[in-house]
């Protein structure tokens, strides 16, 4: 017989796939923030995936996963901003975070050429419409 057997190299593949199937979702990590809730509806998605800027609890500023100083925040986002086709970008802030220093922050998104900013936060937050929280 000179034909070579593939069951059992099919076996294993078919077994990889399926690990690496339940892996992947477990392998993105993130900053854990406590995102303020609202009422507002999510923004539309695009081709190119928008860029996520992270300001933690404890004051630590993030793009997508990396950490950077405050002082090369500027630097950062506009070496990016020429590199990307799109200018929209997510910020993600911290309920605890104040106010304060988010808008340093979209500042520095602003002055780094995004003009085009999406402020993150949890669905289902107060209205002003006095029905309270929406999902009640």
């Known amino acids: 017989?000179?034909?070579?057997?593939?069951?059992?190299?099919?076996?294993?593949?078919?077994?990889?796939?399926?690990?690496?199937?339940?892996?992947?979702?477990?392998?993105?990590?993130?900053v854990p923030i406590e995102l303020?809730?609202?009422?507002?509806?999510?923004?539309?998605?695009?081709?190119?995936?928008?860029?996520?800027?992270?300001?933690?609890?404890?004051?630590?500023?993030?793009?997508?996963?990396?950490?950077?100083?405050?002082?090369?925040l500027l630097t950062r986002l506009r070496g990016i901003a020429q590199e990307r086709t799109s200018n929209k970008v997510y910020l993600r802030g911290d309920g605890d975070v104040p106010y304060g220093e988010i808008m340093v922050v979209m500042g520095a998104l602003n002055a780094g050429g995004f003009r085009d900013i999406g402020l993150v936060t949890d669905a289902g937050g107060p209205t002003l419409d006095g029905g309270g929280t929406q999902g009640n």
């Open 1 to 30: 017989m000179s034909e070579i057997n593939v069951t059992p190299f099919v076996d294993v593949m078919l077994v990889l796939l399926i690990i690496f199937m339940v892996a992947a979702p477990l392998l993105t990590a993130g």
């Open 36 to 72: 303020p809730e609202t009422a507002a509806a999510p923004l539309p998605q695009e081709d190119e995936e928008p860029l996520a800027v992270t300001v933690a609890a404890d004051g630590r500023v993030l793009i997508g996963s990396t950490e950077v100083q405050r002082d090369e």
